[in-house]
C-alpha cells in the first residue's frame, strides 16, 4: 500500500544527544514536509523539500537539520542545540500541485 | 506573515446538537484545507476546498469556503460521540509545495 513510514514511532533521548526521524514515502510525491506538534497546539513547520537535494527552512528550523538524497526519504536530525526537543514529530508529503498533505503516522520524542 | 485563526478552540456538545467551526485566516488564498487528529495519533485529511464558495460534505460534516470573507467553516450536524477528536484547518503558505499553516485547533467532545 502507497503511503508515509515514520521511525521510530517512540524515541527517548538523553540531553546533549543528536538523533535521527525517519521519514519514507512510496507516493512518489515529489515535496516532504516536516511539522512539530506541541499539546494542544496547531503544527509549525520546521524544514520542507520540494526536489531531491534541494530543502527550505520553516518557521522553526532552529536546533534541526534535514537532508533529501533520495526522492523517498526526508530524515530530520534533532541536534543537541534544540532547546525544548520534546515533542510530536509528523512528516507529511504532497504532489505538489495543490498544498494537501499527507501524513505519516508520526515519531513522538521524549528528551529525559 | 500568515494567521490562522479558529475559534472555538474548545466545544463540547450534546449528541444530536448542530454547530460550527469557523476558520479565518489573514492573507489572500483560495486553498484551505480541513483534517481531523484523534488522540495520539497523526492528521487524517477530511476535506480540499480549491475555491471561492467550495462546498464539501461527509456525512454529518460540512465545510464551506468564502475567500472574499477569509473564512472557512466545519458544520456539524446531529453530532454523534464518533465525530470527538481535534480538527484543524489550514491554509496554503505560499505557493502549492510550500507547506500549509494551520490553526491551532478546536478539541471537540460530543457526550451523549
Known amino acids: 500500500d502507497g503511503g508515509i513510514t515514520q521511525s521510530p514511532k517512540y524515541l527517548f533521548r538523553k540531553e546533549g544527544q543528536n538523533v535521527t526521524l525517519s521519514c519514507e514515502q512510496n507516493l512518489n510525491h515529489d515535496a516532504m514536509y516536516w511539522y512539530r506538534q506541541d499539546p494542544g497546539q496547531g503544527l509549525r513547520l520546521i524544514y520542507y523539500s520540494q526536489i531531491v537535494n534541494d530543502f527550505q527552512k520553516g518557521d522553526i528550523a532552529e536546533g534541526y537539520s534535514v537532508s533529501r538524497e533520495k526522492k523517498e526519504s526526508f530524515p530530520l536530525t534533532v541536534t543537541s542545540a534544540q532547546k525544548n526537543p520534546t515533542a510530536f514529530y509528523l512528516c507529511?508529503?504532497?504532489?505538489?500541485?495543490?498544498?494537501?498533505?499527507?501524513f505519516g503516522e508520526g515519531s513522538r520524542l521524549t528528551v529525559l | 506573515e500568515l494567521k490562522v485563526e479558529q475559534n472555538p478552540l474548545f466545544l463540547s456538545m450534546q449528541e444530536g446538537k448542530n454547530y460550527t467551526i469557523y476558520c479565518n485566516y489573514s492573507?489572500?488564498?483560495?486553498?484551505l484545507y480541513w483534517y481531523r487528529q484523534d488522540p495520539g495519533k497523526s492528521l487524517e485529511s477530511l476535506f480540499v476546498l480549491l475555491s471561492n464558495g467550495a462546498v464539501k460534505q461527509e456525512g454529518r460534516l460540512m465545510a464551506s469556503l468564502d475567500t472574499k470573507a477569509r473564512l472557512s467553516t466545519l458544520h456539524i450536524t446531529a453530532a454523534v460521540h464518533d465525530l470527538s477528536a481535534t480538527y484543524f484547518c489550514?491554509?496554503?503558505?505560499?505557493?502549492?509545495?510550500?507547506?500549509?499553516?494551520f490553526g491551532k485547533g478546536t478539541h471537540l467532545i460530543i457526550q451523549p
Open positions: 507529511a508529503s504532497s504532489i505538489g500541485s495543490t498544498g494537501e498533505l499527507f
Open positions: 489550514a491554509v496554503e503558505t505560499g505557493g502549492g509545495a510550500d507547506g500549509l499553516t
Open positions: 492573507t489572500t488564498s483560495d486553498r
